[in-house]
Nanobody
Framework: RVQVTESGGGLVQAGGSLRLSCTVT????????MAWFRQAPGKEREGISCFSGSAGRTWYADFVKGRFTISRDKNTVFLQMDSLKPEDSAQYYC??????????????????WGQGTQVTVSS
């Protein structure tokens, strides 16, 4: 069965950096998109960034452009988060898609999810 495991969350001061990692195992095929989402208390889950499969194309939400960088090494995806703000505090989730490509923060097709890792940015 598919397993998605995130790591790297924690507490950091505003302006600081964190790097999240996510590894997917058990996928039946190799070409699939992976993405990061987040959910703050009382808010809906929102897409942050995604990395298409073999195409290597990336997408970022406007609110993280220039601050976050997604990268991927086979079945592991990373999210480098710089210049963190208190409003970035949330539970961060990694997900793997049934599709090879991703173009937005839409959750459609992302069938496999990790348990999440908490990111807290203090002011």
């Amino acid at each position: 069965r598919v397993q998605v495991t995130e790591s790297g969350g924690g507490l950091v001061q505003a302006g600081g950096s964190l790097r999240l990692s996510c590894t997917v195992t058990g996928m039946a095929f190799d070409n699939y998109a992976m993405a990061w989402f987040r959910q703050a208390p009382g808010k809906e889950r929102e897409g942050i960034s995604c990395f298409s499969g073999s195409a290597g194309r990336t997408w970022y939400a406007d609110f993280v452009k220039g601050r976050f960088t997604i990268s991927r090494d086979k079945n592991t995806v990373f999210l480098q988060m710089d210049s963190l703000k208190p409003e970035d505090s949330a539970q961060y989730y990694c997900a793997a898609s049934r599709y090879a490509h991703c173009y937005s923060g839409n959750r459609d097709g992302f069938d496999h999810w990790g348990q999440g890792t908490q990111v807290t940015v203090s002011s």
